[in-house]
C-alpha cells in the first residue's frame, strides 16, 4: 500500500530513508548535505526549519522530496511509476518554493504534474551532469600553488562569489554585493573556499559543501582575464585530492551540461558521469 508522510524531524526521516538515499550518494548529496545540518541544529538546542515529504510502498521508500524554505524543493530518485500522488498531496499544503531540482527524469515528471495541478508554468532552466570521484588525475604542472582563500581576500572572491551566481544561477538565487560578501567571510572561516595563488594573488577559486562522507566541489570560478591558464583544472584536482585526504570516501560536483570547457576539465581530473540533475524554476 502506498504511504505519502509529511515529516519535519531530520532523525526520523533518516531512520526511514537514510540507508535508501546513502546508496546513491552523489545523486542524492544534497538532501543528505541538507540533513546533516539539520541533525546538526538539533544537537546544538535549535529547531531547524526542514520539511520532508516520503513515499513508501509497502514500506519501502519510494521518493522524497526535502525543503528548507524559502529555497528550492529537492527532490530524489524515483522508485515507483507515478508521482501525480505526491504532486496532488504536497500540492494541498500550497507550499512555497522558487525552484524543483532533482534528477532529471523525476525532475521533469514532478514539475509536469506540478503544472497541471497548480496552474504554476514550470521551465527548465538548468541541465546538470552529476559526477563523482574517487582518484584523481592530475593536471600539468603550472605556475603558482594551493590553498585556502584568507580572510582579506573576501571583497575579492564575494565579487567573484556574485558573478558566478550571476552567471550560473536563476535570477532568485542571485546575491546582493553584502550577502556574497557575508557567504563569502562565512566560507572563508570554516576553511571551506580554496584558491590557486599566482604571485601571491588569487586566479581561480573552488569551494566545498556535501556530507562528513561525500564532499561536493562547488563554486569553481575564474575570472575573465584568468581564463585558458588551467588554473580550474589545478584548483579543482588539489581541492579533490585534499578532501579525500582527509577522510571522504568521495567527491562529487554538478556540472552543466551545457558547457563543454568545464565538462572536459573534470573529466581529465577523474570525475565520472553518475547522472543527470534538472532544475525548474516556477513561474506565476
Known sequence: ??????????????????????????????????????????????????????????????????????????????????LSALAARMAETTPSFPAIVGPSDVAAAFADHWARITGQKTVEYMDQIIYSLKTVHFPPDIAGSFRLAHEDEAPLL??????????????????????????????????????????????????????????????????PEHRGKGYASVVVARLSQQLLDQGRDMCCLYADARNPVSNSIYRKIGYQFVGRSSLYVLQK
Not at 37 to 59: C, H, N, T
Request: glycine residues 6%; aromatic residues 6%.
Open 158 to 223: 564575494a565579487a567573484w562569489m556574485k558573478a558566478f551566481a550571476e552567471d550560473s544561477l536563476p535570477k532568485a538565487e542571485h546575491l546582493s554585493a553584502e550577502e556574497a560578501l557575508r557567504k563569502t567571510k562565512d566560507r572563508i572561516a570554516q576553511g571551506s573556499l580554496a584558491v590557486w595563488d599566482v604571485d601571491g594573488t588569487p586566479v581561480s577559486q573552488a569551494g566545498v559543501s556535501g556530507t562528513d562522507s561525500v564532499a561536493r566541489v562547488s563554486l569553481v570560478y575564474t575570472p
Open 1 to 82: 500500500m502506498q504511504q505519502i508522510d509529511f515529516v519535519t524531524n531530520p532523525r526520523a526521516f533518516m531512520a526511514h530513508f537514510g540507508t535508501w538515499l546513502k546508496a546513491h550518494p552523489a545523486e542524492h548529496n544534497v538532501i543528505l548535505s541538507m540533513c546533516q545540518m539539520a541533525e546538526r541544529m538539533l544537537a546544538r538546542g535549535e529547531r531547524p526549519d526542514i520539511r520532508f515529504v516520503a513515499q513508501s510502498e509497502d514500506g519501502e521508500p519510494q521518493v522524497a522530496a526535502v525543503q528548507m524554505p524559502p529555497h528550492n524543493l529537492v527532490l530524489s530518485r524515483f522508485a515507483g511509476e507515478d
